[in-house]
């Protein structure tokens, strides 16, 4: 019997976390052939360098694509998205999947879903239907409409696709490959992550607490992207912890941001704030897992977050109509707001871990559906 | 006070009639700039070269894009609207609309909406919330999740925009503007234009009657394009009547047609046949409306054709759930099924006229509410 | 050891009859590893489709890249340019060729040219060095300028490239792979390709004298193309003899050229022209080796036509400096000319063979040189 | 009369110094009118944001264009080549130039001689027929080849291009408009460059002894760039002297070597060295004006350093056959000749000031004959 052709596409460092769990159980499924290709930022040094990762990971890279066109502004984000849709439909005439699998809501992922749906191949789309209130909450919606197979994380982002008119027998409510790696990772052995990692900066004391700052630029507060990180530098400044800041993704106005912390970096050099570029994810979930509090507005705090019970302050309006735990304390972008947030949690401490989009299995169950399930591309609207 | 820049994308020679009342209501508005941007198969001689009647029509082109990469097929389907959305980044980087207007569903109207949606442009679309089963569905319903504000054709479709998740106040039916072509088309005094324009073929007597056939590929059967217009042939070959055969547009496998096509055109010589690639929209309308019968599977015959009662064939799958009057015969793709649907058309003549998708008056309220409306770029999704 | 790898690109139907028996050389070797990539509008149906005609003759191709550009003109020939470099650039990265070998002059050359020596691969390059006095020759100089070994036609060529400062050392004098088709052409029994070849137009006879008529658009004097082909017609028409017509190929220009000949094919029906598409390369030579007179702009007639004694009147620019036999009869674009040319060259008959560009045995000289040639891909100018 | 339009492209920090003058110069002529591209790196902050400097030196840019493909590697060099051809394609078609003006030799420039070429638009070209001996060089002569007014700086260099085959009436020997803002410069008042410009590292003294170090990546030697980059490294901290660091550009490479001074920027704290993006034109001849020795690769060395008499240690390759005044010291990618041969030069201190590269007049000259020269488009091989 053929193996079923699955066209995996990581495109950046947040989809490889949220994807490798069902990349470990295709290729391990004996009814699965796994293609994987990866593009854009994952390929990009300044980015993280997620490539590296992968193949340390052991997973085989089958084709790789530069699209990202370099300016990080609103005209090169759609024009990265341009090109990415060009590579692929070179990559898949090619490699003839039988499905591709694409993850969540980035600008990658909608040329993904494009060419892919365009080339008659069937789409399997993971976290469909969560809402989130931005131009990515769009986006995500918009891949459903064009997706054939729904891996939803949790009921309420089911029904959401119900709603959209998707098919719910083509709705398979898996849980988020996410955190199947966060339940793998809390049951391991941590290593000092701070020795292991490069980054530039102060040099950290894994033995003593840290917040963890991950802020992405708001791709529809485009020009505000500097004032808002000033406000989050400052409460960081005087809460005066050691801090672990990670470098924003590749939207538009993550240039502005990282101008201006190289600004904080050569200007405060006593201050005990340490940058990266790339974790690999479990050593992610490591880092997320130990620290005293969150601080930005990755949607990490919300969903591993729940899961890990790690204390989270949410900035901003980016991840807004989340669903989320009782972890999270959400503030605007003011500095006092957010100092006295942070305040709060640290008082708090740890959260209990609550299952809200996934417990753990997502990957084999992915994976598994995918050796099974209907492959037709016809689509037809369920009204509700 | 400033005017508002409404950026009008014609990608087709299908899109222009879709929009040209709008686009005179924009150019005639006092509150409204059209930037008016032709580019992909209306450039292009082979797809009836749209832009030369734009310009007849005294409209203002601002700026082309060629966005067509050479093949006819599902990769360069993809490819184009990738090329597509390259292109647009730079045009709407230069001109700075407020809105971009894009037109019902095609892959052109998707890097439309995707490179504008990116760009923080307010998205207005028409046509959204139609139901008609295949990918045109699929990308009409995406491109709905990336738009802002909807000009939906009728109460219907209004209802899918809403099950969608988009916010009703940001929904106006104000019908269908290829409707106001319609209506004023056939209040018009109608020239011979089988003399007015080239094609090639059979010469064709204006003052006897004809049927039209216009029938596209279905790019999710993009394999069988050339088997289905064969029993389309063979049934109007049988039927033995004048025929005005339009070509296909630039949808994946529209070159097999094609073939198929001139194929016909070099055996078939005696056959009362006759080929044209392109009418001015309003010559369009008269061409169905004198037309004893509408032979294939276009749009036109189920959404001008309820306005003008035109006898329609309806072929095949593409037009599946599209809402439609009493003037459409469905059949599958058999030509002995089209031969029977044919004659009982002819024998039953024109149907009575039905406002279905419009009542003539859209291009004006479409360019009335651009001129006031919210534009904001912020969406959220509601609840039904 | 390791074979070899090297890396042809096919990128219309020029190309291949210019490089098949260097890709059957390549094959057959066994130092060798062939790596076929076919490209442009080698890959359209409207240009003859050659992929097909690869595949029939055997040959395995790796990887296609669609890359043309719709449209016909300058601006579409720039982009399509720019869009091959975008696409190699992919493959190369994937396939990692030894050596690209490049053919000619056309602009697909000049991406394949670009590409490769901006990723340091060494590139080959055959019928380099020729005067032709259009963009071609520019294109052909830049192409020689960015290769590294190089395989002219003849000595005259080689003297050409050591003025341009290329080593000496790395020009190998090979003859052009074109002229092993004809010598092996003409050592076969022909089959009747009139009935073997579909095409459009008047039945002709395969036993009775013809002429052949092959005129490409000048990129160069890109508006006068259709007042160009006018004056041929005129004379051809006047001739009145059996006439094979070619479409011309995917420069700017043609579209409004084919529109012309569309016209003719419409309007002249009892006249005997027949239009072809695309042979199979060694039938283009048997067709022309038996053609009374070959009229037009191809370097076929000045090249293989030299070899095979073929009457040729070359009309216009675009072969202007080339290197010529005896059996060309150079002319203005004006009917009475080549009414005139055409007439003399009925009159005198077959000319002698003459060796000006190869002597038969080019492809299996490249082969073995690529199997043991210097790759290292430093240059330096080498002063005369 | 109309004006001649005039289309520049400037495409990096290095073209914009190299091109000022004729841009100022075409800008105040009445005869011209000045079409100002602005594209590639030289839009994006990491390389300098030269567009803002563009701006605030009064000049107007009519259209920019993003083309660099991310991933600074050999790949993406090719690939950006490639996007810059399609995004210039449409700029053209929008501003039909009567002539597009091209610097030197890089790969931006190989895009914009072939799309104006391809468009039938006259091309010229600065820089031509200089040797140089690396990828810089083979572009440069086919970009000459493309090209059809030539503006060299010198004799040398008119007799390289005379042997490329070049019209010698088309050839114009101009100078380069770069020693034009050196001798300039050299004639005003000079700020405390230090203060002005902000870059990052250990504070400098504007009134103490200073050296440059600009070295590129060599592309052809493309994995070695680290190795190459730390023997310098170990010279410069082993002198000990203030030294000014320039980020190298775009090519394939940079982003090794960028991460390598990185490296030394967080590892040597101590040592007096400060790292620049960029600087306006005038400010660098300034700063290499006063520095007691300029160390590395860079052409400005060879070429502004002949004419203001800086010391320069000239290392490894890129510049190997490049005419070269007494200024110039060549040393091996060696730690310790480099060592040595910055302490020679030390000793030495300034040399006399050479017209090898122009006297200062270019500008002036280059737009003076494009106001009057032949543009005709043909071309044909003068033999030497």
Redesign the interface.
């Known amino acids: 019997m053929n193996k079923r052709k699955i066209c995996v596409i990581v495109a950046s460092r947040a989809n490889y976390g949220r994807i490798k769990s069902v990349l470990q159980a295709i290729s391990a499924h004996d009814r699965l052939e796994l293609q994987l290709i990866v593009e854009a930022?994952a390929?990009?040094?300044?980015y993280g360098n997620v490539i590296e990762t992968i193949e340390q990971d052991g997973l085989k890279v089958t084709?790789?694509?530069?699209?990202?066109?370099?300016?990080e502004n609103?005209?090169?984000?759609?024009?990265s998205?341009?090109?990415?849709?060009?590579?692929?439909?070179?990559?898949?005439?090619?490699l003839k999947p039988d499905v591709v699998l694409t993850v969540a809501d980035r600008?990658e992922t909608?040329?993904t879903a494009?060419?892919a749906?365009?080339?008659?191949i069937a789409v399997a789309h993971t976290q469909g239907g969560e809402?989130t209130?931005s131009?990515d909450?769009?986006?995500r919606?918009?891949?459903s409409?064009?997706s054939h197979i729904h891996f939803p994380s949790n009921d309420e982002a089911a029904k959401?696709l119900y709603?959209?008119?998707e098919n719910p027998e083509r709705v398979y409510i898996t849980g988020c490959p996410a955190i199947d790696l966060a339940a793998n990772a809390v049951s391991q052995k941590t290593e000092n992550l701070f020795e292991l990692y490069g980054g530039?900066g102060y040099p950290l004391n894994w033995d003593k607490p840290y917040i963890v700052v991950l802020q992405h630029p708001v791709?529809?507060e485009?020009t505000q992207g500097a004032k808002q990180i000033e406000e989050t530098l400052e409460a960081v400044r005087r809460v005066g912890m050691q801090t672990v800041w990670l470098w924003p993704n590749v939207d538009a106005g993550s240039?502005a941001i990282a101008?201006r912390l190289?600004m904080f970096l050569?200007a405060d050099e006593g201050f005990p704030v340490h940058f990266y570029r790339n974790f690999r994810p479990e050593d992610y979930v490591h880092l997320i897992n130990r620290a005293v509090c969150l601080v930005g507005n990755s949607s990490s705090g919300i969903r591993e977050g729940a899961f890990l019970g790690t204390p989270v302050v949410n900035i901003g309006t980016r991840q807004?109509?989340r669903q989320r735990g009782e972890n999270v304390m959400d503030v605007q972008y003011d500095s006092k707001a957010i100092y006295d947030a942070i305040q709060l949690q640290l008082a708090h401490g740890k959260y209990n871990s609550v299952s809200l989009y996934g417990d753990g299995g997502a990957g084999e169950r992915i994976a598994d559906i995918l050796s099974s399930c209907d492959l037709s591309?016809?689509?037809?609207?369920f009204?509700?």
């Open positions: 930022s390929l990009l040094y300044k084709a790789t694509a530069y699209s990202v066109v370099d300016g609103l005209v090169t984000m759609a024009k998205t341009g090109l990415a849709v060009m590579e692929l439909s070179t990559l898949f005439d090619q600008f909608m040329a494009v060419t749906s365009y080339m008659n809402l209130g131009i909450e769009s986006v919606h918009a891949i409409k064009l959401v709603q959209l008119g530039t791709t529809t485009y240039d101008k190289r050569a807004n109509c591309i016809t689509k037809s609207f009204h509700v």
